[in-house]
């Protein structure tokens, strides 16, 4: 099982909402990711979890608050978004040691409206 | 601060032939990797190249890495319509932790026309 699984695929949210990201993943891996995607731009990173641990933030708004409840779990907590933090929200994995690949999720596209 | 940089950012392209893409980054890495993005999708790996003079085959894509000139290629034989998508290296830079933190190039958007 090399798969990573995100709900919800799709996400429309108002700048007042609370809403959350979810991130699955069952391979035994030890290091989780959390990037953003605008349209026609690469992937930039925002947190890594190492051991359940954050161990990256790229200095990320307070607005994007990441939980790892365990190992297997990762969760982006969304509050007052703004409009400018539409993009596709895409979660990874990867082993913790000397040679890593991450795989990736296949993303949330969030909407704020 | 390790900067990756692709080019051509766009290429297109006629079926049946070949083209190469080029990503050279700035500080010395071990790992490199090629993802394709279909467009509204994820990212799919495709190759990950681990030394110095890695050379990995897919069908019609072939991907090299030289850690020395620090570039990596890759090559697509016989394009076809198939493979229009949009293309990323990234490489890898270090954390403590040993957790990867990917840095990823602005990406080739390939477009195979018949």
């Known amino acids: 099982d090399t798969e990573v699984t995100q709900t919800p695929k799709h996400l429309v949210m108002g700048m007042t909402n609370k809403k959350s990201l979810k991130c699955e993943q069952h391979?035994?891996?030890?290091?989780m990711y959390w990037y953003k995607q605008k349209a026609k731009k690469p992937p930039e990173l925002m947190f890594v979890?190492?051991?359940?641990?954050?161990?990256i933030n790229e200095s990320v708004p307070s607005r994007f608050s990441p939980e790892c409840p365990n190992s297997s779990l990762l969760n982006l907590h969304l509050h007052a978004l703004q409009p400018e933090d539409s993009a596709l929200y895409l979660c990874?994995?990867?082993?913790?040691?000397?040679?890593?690949?991450?795989?990736f999720g296949q993303g949330t596209r969030l909407t704020v409206v | 601060e390790l900067k990756v940089e692709q080019n051509p950012l766009f290429l297109s392209m006629q079926e049946g032939k070949n083209y190469t893409i080029y990503c050279n980054y700035s500080t010395t890495s071990d790992r490199l990797y090629w993802y394709r993005q279909d467009p509204g999708k994820s990212l799919e790996s495709l190759f990950v190249l681990l030394s110095n003079g890695a050379v990995k085959q897919e069908g019609r894509l072939m991907a090299s890495l030289d850690t020395k000139a620090r570039l990596s290629t890759l090559h697509i034989t016989a394009a076809v319509h198939d493979l229009s998508a949009t293309y990323f290296c990234?490489?890898?830079?270090?954390?403590?932790?040993?957790?990867?933190?990917?840095?990823f190039g602005k990406g080739t958007k390939l477009t195979v026309n018949p």
């Open positions: 391979m035994g891996h030890r290091a």
């Open positions: 990874a994995s990867s082993r913790w040691g000397a040679v890593t690949e991450a795989f």
């Open positions: 990234a490489v890898d830079s270090p954390t403590q932790g040993g957790s990867e933190k990917l840095v």
């Open positions: 979890y190492s051991y359940e641990k954050l161990s």
